[in-house]
């Protein structure tokens, strides 16, 4: 995919559009083919842990991915078949992504933090027919349980060269194939990527990822990061989570630019090395990431990082702090930016000169070209400036959204519409001002944030029910310096076990071995029961309520506060705003309460609850949420 500075941004939005949204396109060949023609053109740099080096050609990826593509070929696998990934930043991860993309198939990464139980429950609703591996991660797959048919698995070997009965050695596979030269035909509506993410309730959902998506994907590379052709570019995400995948692997080649996989446990002596060695220029990565660098201190930082360029972070919130550290030792601003799985990059704090606006601390920045991003209210009407609501994408005016539902879902898809079909809701509330700068608030959900990984609390709280120690249990985030957001467990005990510092440490083992890595949680906590629970229908009342108000409505009874919904992040945010009872209520009413959404709970998909009396806002009161005594 060429880039032509010359050309404005609409003129490009409707170039990528006409090329991706089009009855043929060839995917493996506007990734690597169309820059295999420069030999020398470099697509990946790679190194491990141990040192090792590698760099690959554009020339040597197409041999490769062919010869790939034959051997998932000889498996069975074409046109519109999934093939999943339990692979590291490797070379053979963006090897055989290509090569499926040859044959048509559509792309199912898995993050190699998952356990067994997040690896079976993706591959069995994906339905993938092939999924490859590596011999580190060979294991989580054998006793990764499905109802359904079980995928051909494909390892890639260690030293050893052994492989499990009834595996495919990948370099064997690959050595015996007839390639794959003349890749297969899709067009902008095909499959392209099946990514799973985490959702409050339930398991996790399959978002469809269209061809097309493609026009976003290159746009977000141009506007949002300025990728340049004498740019090396860095991003740190993982490609089993979606920044990694969408803007690590794919975004890159787009522009024929080279990527860099650094695979090796985050460390913040190396990321400066692999700074200073390959002399990054556009760095992006979590704000997890610079709040380590941040806190690591400045005796760590070389004598020349002069390299960088620019410098983005996406998956969280930015620190305004963090900001000026980047300023100061890095030498660049750190630019903040906003996307979705199920849509991408949406609102940026842009590097691309045409685009780019001052920084507002605290600001994700401005909307993406090819979006029309609005504020709504609980009634689905659009905000005026100035005021908060639920941030949503206007599909009827926004060209690159590509976001079409959940596999095989429709339930889940649907919910994430206004009724009319118009607004794509993100889950997210947020603020924009009067010169378009857009401020996030927090989640409307029950989702926790953690080092930009997003995690349902349906997926913690069942794998540690399926302890035998664990009688109930329920999950949420809590604010944490460096990640974000952590993962606390509540848990209720069975009869016949005791609280201890040891069993906690066996329950969080007992996560991290059977779910993953980022979402076991760092605290647990014993409790004897759970809290008192409300149906989520109840949530969703007007701001200031009495009992007598709305009859045959999920209200609460009389002699119990009114419900009042507002997430508990923004808790403080709105006791600064709203110090002042209505004048309307009188005193003779129903004492109005602050009702705060704690988590989905396991079996009956209930919120928890905590009621805050406002006159009472400065009392000490304990919240499950954030895990602090004072509001």
């Known amino acids: 995919m060429t880039k032509d500075p010359e050309n404005s941004v609409e003129q490009q939005l409707e170039s990528w559009l006409k090329t991706f949204d089009a009855e043929t396109v060839s995917v493996a060949g506007i990734l690597c083919d169309q820059h295999a023609e420069d030999p020398e053109s470099i697509a990946l740099f790679y190194e491990d842990a141990l040192g090792n ?41 963006l090897v055989t992504t290509l090569g499926l993309w040859r044959l048509g198939a559509a792309h199912v990464p898995l993050f190699t933090a998952f356990g067994p139980q ?61 390639p794959v030269v003349e890749p297969v035909l899709t067009c902008g509506d095909d499959l392209f990527i099946l990514i799973y993410t985490s959702g409050t309730t339930g398991s996790p959902k399959g ?7 493609l026009a976003s994907f290159v746009a977000y590379m141009r506007f949002g990061l300025d990728l340049r052709d004498d740019d090396v570019y860095w991003n740190m995400a993982d490609p089993g989570w979606a920044y990694g995948l969408f803007y690590a692997l794919v975004g890159p080649l787009l522009l024929g630019n080279a990527t860099l996989f650094f695979n090796a446990p985050f460390d913040v002596s190396a990321t400066y090395r692999i700074l200073e060695t390959y002399g990054v ?45 980047g300023r100061d030792q890095l030498g660049v601003p750190i630019h903040d930016h906003y996307g979705q799985t199920e849509g991408g990059m949406m609102v940026c704090n842009h590097h691309f000169p045409e685009l780019q606006r001052p920084i507002f601390p ?50 889940r898809t649907a919910e994430r519409f206004t009724s009319n079909g118009r607004y794509y809701l993100t889950g997210d509330s947020a603020s924009r001002d009067a010169d378009g700068y857009i401020s996030f608030s927090g989640r409307a959900d029950d989702i926790i944030t953690s080092a930009g990984y997003r995690i349902g609390p349906f997926e913690p709280e069942s794998a540690l029910l399926a302890h035998e120690a664990v009688a109930e249990a329920a999950v949420v985030g809590i604010s944490d310096e460096l990640r974000g957001e952590i993962v606390k467990a509540f848990v209720v005990l069975k009869t016949g076990y005791d609280p201890s510092p040891e069993l906690a440490e066996i329950l969080r083992s007992f996560v991290q071995s059977t779910l993953s890595a980022h979402a076991h949680p760092r605290q647990i906590e014993f409790i004897s029961e ?67 959404s704690v988590h989905s709970f396991h079996t009956s998909r209930k919120h928890r609850t905590v009621y805050v009396p406002l006159e009472n806002r400065q009392d000490k009161l304990p919240c499950l949420h954030c895990s602090e005594q004072q509001l």
């Open 207 to 213: 978002v469809e990822i269209p061809v097309k998506a």
């Open 281 to 325: 220029t556009n760095l992006t990565t979590a704000p997890t990431v610079f709040r380590m660098m941040r806190a690591a201190g400045d005796q760590v930082i070389p004598a020349e990082t002069s390299s960088l360029r620019l410098a983005s972070c996406a998956g969280e919130p930015l620190n305004p702090d963090v900001v000026r550290w």
């Open 53 to 93: 080096r590698a760099r690959y050609t554009f020339s040597q990826l197409r041999d490769l991915s062919s010869q790939s593509a034959g051997a998932l070929k000889a498996l069975g696998v074409t046109k519109g078949d999934r093939v999943a990934t339990l692979l590291p930043k490797s070379p053979e991860l």
């Open 530 to 596: 759970l809290p008192s629970l409300l149906s989520k229908s109840s949530l969703y009342a007007p701001w200031w309520v009495s009992s007598t108000e709305n009859a045959g409505s999920p209200y609460l009874s009389e002699h119990q506060p009114a419900p009042f919904y507002l997430p508990c992040s923004n808790v403080v945010h709105f006791l600064k705003h709203q110090p002042i009872l209505p004048a309307t209520l009188q005193q003779d009413q129903p004492r109005p309460y602050l009702l705060l």
């Open 118 to 178: 997040a690896i079976a429950s993706r591959v069995e609703n994906s339905q993938a027919c092939v999924l490859v591996t590596d011999a580190a991660n060979r294991h989580k797959v054998s006793s990764a349980n499905t109802e359904t048919r079980s995928p051909q698995i494909v390892t890639v070997t260690d030293d050893n060269g052994d492989t499990h009965d009834g595996d495919v050695a990948y370099s064997e596979a690959l050595t015996q194939a007839e």
């Open 362 to 411: 605290g600001s994700m920045g401005h909307t993406m070209p090819g979006f029309r991003i609005v504020i709504l209210n609980l009634d689905g009407e659009e905000l005026e400036a100035g005021e908060e609501g639920q941030l949503a994408v206007d599909t009827q005016a926004s060209p690159l959204f590509w976001y079409r539902g959940y596999f095989n879902d429709p339930q």
